[in-house]
């Protein structure tokens, strides 16, 4: 058996540890850590962020992505990290039995 957890480290990723919860949830309601579990040969999303929130609202709350927000927004950058997540859950809905 594997388990990979998300483990928000407020040292490194630059916050407020009093933020953990939030940004661990937030990792998930955005789409960025996605629950899954592979069972049988097959990979099952056991969480489906509905509605799921833009990924800003994940990397907004720390530091270590700054430099998508100051000096200037860097709405390049931004996108193309919304647009990954999306393609994730794009293929992940195309994946007949992706979802529990």
């Not at 907004?60 to 919304?82: N, V």
């Amino acid at each position: 058996r594997l388990i990979l957890a998300l483990a928000p480290c407020p040292t490194g990723w630059d916050y407020s540890p009093e933020h953990s919860i939030d940004i661990g949830r937030l990792a998930v309601r955005t789409g960025v850590w996605p629950l899954k579990e592979f069972e049988n040969g097959e990979t099952h999303f056991t969480k489906i962020p509905r509605p799921r929130l833009p990924v800003e609202e994940y990397l907004k709350t720390q530091g270590r992505f700054r430099h998508l927000f100051y000096p200037q927004r860097d709405e390049t950058k931004i996108a193309q990290i919304q647009l990954e997540v999306d393609r994730l859950w794009t293929s992940a809905e195309k994946t007949a039995g992706g979802f529990h």
